[in-house]
């Protein structure tokens, strides 16, 4: 029980004072107070009103008769808390008792609860009493770092809880640290993301509460369904992954309005609890993963990362003497390298399809440890977070993971045994991620069976394909050719809402609004999403027909200059992706007009699939 200021309240009344008291000592409560010399007409009863917590304590420790020797002398709760060699003022007992005051001392505590509310920073002395309730079942704390919790003042929500011991020492943070990691965090708050909810310091050791605990991450979810979702009628289950999907894409887009990057989107760091609610991990470095693993975790190579970062971001962990020799054979091969500088100083390198100059520029900043100028964090989440949707679509059409990791792996299979583990990553095998999306689009082709007939089951499967395309973008080796998380958030929506025949989905968000208030000056567009026929731009009466006459031909975009040229102009009121190239584009921004992006999206496709190829692009005119 937290003995909280109303339940204090509402628990001493004159019945509970009563029930502790002998006849002789109840009449007194309505007698004029002791003390005073008659200058006061106040009752004990009165001035049991303002100590109704050393009322308490007393009533613990089996005295609650003193409770007029202390009136007497006029304490009160304000007086509360009382240091322990003070304690011996009260006059507890006849004689000195130094385990009595020592009970009375820590008893205390247990009425001054001082509640972790939202957004706040409290800092407990050691012998206060802490409001968090550790949950001890086995099997759910990862590390000595972490903890789900639950908070008195919150019934009904869990928490996740991590620990950081404060000093200088190594593994240690310091109390400047930490608060700016809090002002940090409050500045991210989402509904699909752990997101800061409190912080305490106790017994030297600093402590961050976030929202939302996962029972689950997508990295399990991927290898073996877990009884929450296995339960759910199948379709309630696909649309459910659907929801997810564009959950995931919103607030994303929410994140990089807000001018941040998450930076670690992968399986393990997107969770889901018991009723199958999704989220992000908190992209502060106090929810990060670094924060809880240690020195021998960090040293072994991180594959997950690995696979599902951008091309401009891998690494491989490596001595200096291999890391040399690595830089000099991407030197002399064909494919340009680049490299970045992770925070704690550790230099990184990377493989980039931009050219020469970008190699270059690469090796110069990893010979002089300064960070990738080529790596742009938010186009990196919008690649990782590509990977992810593809991962979940693969899921929606029973391909598991670890099929999906052999088949893009299988191109750097050699004849024989051993050898170094094979290269899965998705920057690294485009092409087997290219085949691997046909299969899914020949797979949800068959399974659209019902969606003609009006078969709600059915009818999910026509989103996967337009799905794909925008993944395509997405995985584009150049971080310039990716659609902005908007515009895929944008993109997401419309095959939902259209395509999948989804009323509403879960999350439905004006962050075109947030990024005018922060004066960003990207405002919110519709996009419409059709198929478009090389031979004939303008045909798109046809909507619902698509699926029967698209290419089950997928291309990620390399960097590489494609064939073909572009004319013509944006109409008035048209407007351009943040990022040149973008095969994806929203209304409402102002800019100065430039190419026809639709007949660069179609010559683009025509130099990939062939003159006769039909392909998905988004479009900005009007609906």
């Known amino acids: 029980m937290w003995w909280d200021a109303s339940l204090i309240e509402a628990t001493v009344t004159r019945q509970f004072v009563c029930s502790h008291l002998i006849p002789q000592e109840i009449e007194r409560l309505d007698q004029p107070l002791g003390f005073g010399d008659g200058l006061t007409d106040g009752t004990y009863w009165e001035w049991i009103e303002k100590a109704k917590r050393i009322f308490l304590i007393l009533s613990d420790l089996g005295i609650p008769d003193q409770i007029f020797g202390i009136i007497d002398d006029s304490w009160d709760d304000d007086d509360l808390p009382i240091p322990l060699d003070q304690v011996g003022r009260l006059a507890l007992t006849p004689s000195r008792d130094d385990r009595i005051a020592k009970k009375f001392y820590a008893r205390q505590f247990h009425y001054l609860v001082h509640y972790i509310d939202k957004g706040k920073h409290v800092a407990y002395q050691d012998d206060d009493v802490v409001p968090v309730v550790v949950d001890k079942r086995p099997g759910l704390a990862t590390n000595n770092a972490v903890d789900r919790v639950v908070l008195p003042n919150k019934p009904g929500e869990t928490f996740s809880r991590r620990r950081f011991?404060?000093?200088?020492?190594?593994?240690?943070?310091?109390?400047?640290?930490?608060?700016?990691?809090?002002?940090?965090?409050?500045?991210?708050?989402?509904?699909?993301?752990?997101?800061?909810?409190?912080?305490?310091?106790?017994?030297?050791?600093?402590?961050?509460?976030?929202?939302?605990?996962?029972?689950?991450?997508?990295?399990?979810?991927?290898?073996?369904?877990?009884?929450?979702?296995?339960?759910?009628?199948?379709?309630?289950?696909?649309?459910?992954?659907?929801?997810?999907?564009?959950?995931?894409?919103?607030?994303?887009?929410?994140?990089?309005?807000?001018?941040?990057?998450?930076?670690?989107?992968?399986?393990?760091?997107?969770?889901?609890?018991?009723?199958?609610?999704?989220?992000?991990?908190?992209?502060?470095?106090?929810?990060?993963?670094?924060?809880?693993?240690?020195?021998?975790?960090?040293?072994?190579?991180?594959?997950?990362?690995?696979?599902?970062?951008?091309?401009?971001?891998?690494?491989?962990?490596?001595?200096?003497?291999?890391?040399?020799?690595?830089?000099?054979?991407?030197?002399?091969?064909?494919?340009?390298?680049?490299?970045?500088?992770?925070?704690?100083?550790a230099t990184t390198f990377a493989i980039s399809r931009g050219g020469a100059d970008a190699s270059a520029a690469a090796v110069a900043a990893l010979q002089q440890h300064a960070p990738n100028p080529l790596l742009e964090p938010q186009a990196a989440d919008v690649f990782s977070l590509g990977c992810v949707i593809l991962e979940l679509l693969s899921f929606q059409m029973k391909r598991t993971h670890r099929a999906f990791a052999a088949h893009r792996a299988a191109r750097h299979k050699l004849a024989g045994r051993g050898g170094a583990v094979l290269d899965s990553s998705f920057h690294k095998n485009p092409g087997q991620v290219e085949t691997w999306m046909a299969g899914l689009a020949r797979d949800a082709a068959k399974k659209d069976k019902g969606g003609d007939?009006?078969?709600?089951?059915?009818?999910?499967?026509?989103?996967?394909?337009?799905?794909?395309?925008?993944?395509?973008?997405?995985?584009?080796?150049?971080?310039?050719?990716?659609?902005?998380?908007?515009?895929?958030?944008?993109?997401?929506?419309?095959?939902?809402?259209?395509?999948?025949?989804?009323?509403?989905?879960?999350?439905?968000?004006?962050?075109?609004?947030?990024?005018?208030?922060?004066?960003?000056?990207?405002?919110?567009?519709?996009?419409?999403?059709?198929?478009?026929?090389?031979?004939?731009?303008?045909?798109?009466?046809?909507?619902?027909?698509?699926?029967?006459?698209?290419?089950?031909?997928?291309?990620?975009?390399?960097?590489?200059?494609?064939?073909?040229?572009?004319?013509?102009?944006?109409?008035?009121?048209?407007?351009?992706?943040?990022?040149?190239?973008?095969?994806?584009?929203?209304?409402?921004?102002?800019?100065?007009?430039?190419?026809?992006?639709?007949?660069?999206?179609?010559?683009?496709?025509?130099?990939?699939?062939?003159?006769?190829?039909?392909?998905?692009?988004?479009?900005?005119?009007?609906?």
């Open 453 to 623: 007939r009006g078969d709600e089951d059915d009818v999910v499967f026509r989103g996967v394909a337009p799905m794909l395309h925008v993944v395509t973008r997405m995985l584009a080796a150049s971080p310039h050719e990716r659609p902005t998380a908007h515009e895929v958030e944008q993109a997401m929506y419309k095959i939902l809402t259209e395509t999948c025949r989804m009323a509403e989905p879960h999350c439905v968000h004006q962050w075109g609004e947030l990024n005018q208030g922060l004066g960003l000056g990207i405002g919110m567009g519709n996009l419409r999403i059709r198929v478009q026929d090389d031979d004939d731009d303008d045909n798109d009466d046809d909507d619902n027909n698509y699926y029967n006459s698209h290419s089950n031909n997928f291309s990620i975009a390399t960097g590489r200059k494609q064939s073909g040229s572009t004319s013509g102009s944006t109409s008035t009121g048209a407007t351009t992706a943040s990022r040149p190239g973008s095969r994806i584009s929203i209304h409402s921004r102002s800019s100065p007009a430039r190419p026809n992006w639709q007949a660069t999206a179609a010559a683009a496709a025509a130099a990939v699939h062939g003159s006769n190829s039909q392909a998905y692009i988004m479009s900005p005119n009007s609906i």
């Open 165 to 345: 011991p404060l000093g200088t020492g190594p593994g240690m943070m310091s109390h400047q640290s930490f608060m700016k990691e809090i002002q940090s965090a409050r500045t991210l708050e989402s509904e699909h993301l752990a997101s800061y909810y409190g912080s305490y310091i106790h017994h030297g050791s600093a402590y961050a509460i976030f929202t939302y605990t996962g029972d689950f991450n997508l990295k399990s979810l991927l290898s073996t369904t877990p009884g929450p979702l296995k339960a759910l009628a199948k379709q309630e289950r696909r649309r459910l992954v659907m929801n997810w999907i564009h959950c995931l894409t919103d607030t994303l887009c929410y994140i990089h309005k807000r001018g941040r990057s998450h930076g670690n989107i992968k399986p393990s760091t997107i969770f889901f609890c018991a009723s199958n609610y999704v989220f992000y991990n908190s992209t502060s470095r106090l929810c990060g993963e670094a924060s809880s693993m240690s020195a021998s975790e960090k040293s072994v190579f991180d594959r997950e990362s690995y696979d599902f970062a951008a091309p401009e971001q891998w690494y491989r962990p490596s001595s200096t003497s291999h890391r040399r020799a690595t830089i000099g054979q991407q030197q002399r091969s064909s494919t340009s390298a680049s490299a970045s500088t992770s925070s704690d100083g």
